[in-house]
Nanobody, 119 residues
């Protein structure tokens, strides 16, 4: 069982920055791929925004490329999502999720953190 806890969301203005954190409980954290998803409203699908396995294995969605970056600290068992130059359309609940390396599907999910960007 892997527990994931997100933090760092909030209400900001367009152009501002936020850093989201995802803290994990597993001892084998370095073996897990962690992704950040967002859901922009009820009934909307969760969109994969970014994922990371190690420094050489990262993914950033085209929709946030150049504004968001993902990183991880395996000692702190934490993955970070840096959100820069935020836009109102970035408003969403942001979830982190984890899957063991080699697995296709994300197995564990956090509870989500709300990001609201005002214009």
């Amino acid at each position: 069982q892997v527990q994931l806890v997100e933090s760092g969301g909030g209400l900001v203005q367009a152009g501002d920055s936020l850093r989201l954190s995802c803290a994990a409980s597993t001892r084998t954290f370095s073996l897990w791929v962690v992704g950040w998803f967002r859901q922009q409203g009820p009934g909307r699908e969760r969109e994969l925004v970014a994922s990371i396995y190690n420094r050489a294995a990262k993914y950033i969605s085209d929709s946030v490329e150049g504004r968001f970056t993902i990183s991880r600290d395996d000692v702190k068992k934490t993955v970070y999502l840096q959100l820069n130059t935020l836009k109102p359309e970035d408003t969403a609940i942001y979830y982190c999720a984890a899957k063991f390396r080699g697995n296709a599907n994300y197995t564990y999910w956090g509870q989500g953190t709300q990001v609201t960007v005002s214009s």
